[in-house]
């Protein structure tokens, strides 16, 4: 998937999103409520979360970005099955932790050298 496809594909998602409004507030929402949410919605939710880290990355460099977007749209399924498992193994944290963790560990920090 290129880049700008993958950015119109998360623009409608966060479209779709705001259409939808669910409880993100970060601090009470936990991985337990994202799984008790419609399966619809947690893959809405995931498409603009893995959008939004798509584009903090493109700051450090258009290849971590892409590393992002390839991570997570080539597979979707299966990194799906991924951060699902690893939400129901830590539900007192938070799906955003969940989420930048394992894109960290396929893609790098998200932070630039001069930044930490």
């Not at 399924?77 to 932790?97: E, F, R």
Request: proline share 5%; charged share 20%.
């Amino acid at each position: 998937m290129t880049l700008s496809k993958a950015l119109v594909i998360g623009s409608l998602c966060l479209v779709i999103i705001g259409l939808y409004p669910q409880k993100v507030w970060a601090e009470s929402f936990k991985n337990k409520d994202f799984l008790d949410m419609p399966p619809v919605q947690q893959k809405f939710w995931l498409s603009g979360a893995i959008d939004t880290l798509g584009h903090v990355a493109v700051f450090k460099s258009k290849t971590q970005s892409q590393c992002v977007y390839d991570w997570y749209f080539l597979d979707t399924a299966t990194q799906n099955g991924i951060i699902l498992a690893a939400m129901k193994k830590y539900p007192d944290s938070t799906p955003s932790a969940i989420v930048i963790i394992l894109a960290e560990r396929a893609c790098g920090k998200f932070v630039r050298p001069n930044d930490e």
